[in-house]
T-cell receptor, first 111, second 111 residues
Framework: TAGITQAPTSQILAAGRSMTLRCTQDMRHNAMYWYRQDLGLGLRLIHYSNTAGTTGKGEVPDGYSVSRANTDDFPLTLASAVPSQTSVYFC??????????FGPGTRLTVL | SQELEQSPQSLIVQEGKNLTINCTSSKTLYGLYWYKQKYGEGLIFLMMLQKGGEEKSHEKITAKLDEKKQQSSLHITASQPSHAGIYLCGADGGGSYIPTFGRGTSLIVHP
């Protein structure tokens, strides 16, 4: 079982360009999440989805959008990247007990 | 919103020493999770605590949740270099089920 996969592993992006970070899970979890992790700030929730077809804003949603067309996929889009979006991005899903399963992360650098 | 404060922020110990990491919540915890993150990798679930006074162990790691369900401690006995990494506590949001994380405790174990 793959669990959660993220793509790409890393990316360097020019400011102003758009990009979509991909996240796919094969555990049939209803809930999925996107976090960014920055030194000294820990994990901060960007957007979440409790079930396919619904999404919600987390702590730091500005500049990001998500969609949840089906149970397995939860892509995160940066419409016009800015340097402050340089970070490591983690996707996660959770089961009914609340345990979260994390992907390996995407390291994004915006220049 | 619920806030989780971890202490210490960082810890350097000699192999074989015991250590404790604390996680304090601003509100009553409905569920408290401990994760470990190896440097440059994703988060790995360690344990979940839900009941006041609950204690769980996995190998040489023991986690406890106090009776008031506002503080948890993670104790490592006879630390090893393999224990090195960042330990994060996380909590679900109760009815909202939006998770919150502490900023993490960085652990280095010298052989």
């Amino acid at each position: 079982t793959a669990g959660i996969t993220q793509a790409p592993t890393s990316q360097i992006l020019a400011a102003g360009r758009s990009m979509t970070l991909r996240c796919t899970q094969d555990m049939r979890h209803n809930a999925m999440y996107w976090y960014r992790q920055d030194l000294g700030l820990g994990l901060r929730l960007i957007h979440y989805s409790n079930t396919a077809g619904t999404t919600g804003k987390g702590e730091v949603p500005d500049g990001y959008s998500v969609s949840r067309a089906n149970t397995d996929d939860f892509p995160l889009t940066l419409a016009s990247a800015v340097p402050s979006q340089t970070s490591v991005y983690f996707c996660a899903s959770s089961d009914s007990m609340g345990e979260q399963f994390f992907g390996p992360g995407t390291r994004l650098t915006v220049l | 919103s619920q806030e989780l404060e971890q202490s210490p922020q960082s810890l350097i110990v000699q192999e074989g020493k015991n250590l404790t990491i604390n996680c304090t919540s601003s509100k009553t915890l409905y569920g408290l999770y401990w994760y470990k993150q190896k440097y440059g990798e994703g988060l790995i679930f360690l344990m979940m605590l839900q009941k006041g006074g609950e204690e769980k162990s996995h190998e040489k790691i023991t986690a406890k949740l106090d009776e008031k369900k506002q503080q948890s401690s993670l104790h490592i006995t006879a630390s090893q270099p393999s224990h090195a990494g960042i330990y994060l506590c996380g909590a679900d949001g109760g009815g909202s089920y939006i998770p919150t994380f502490g900023r993490g405790t960085s652990l280095i174990v010298h052989p």
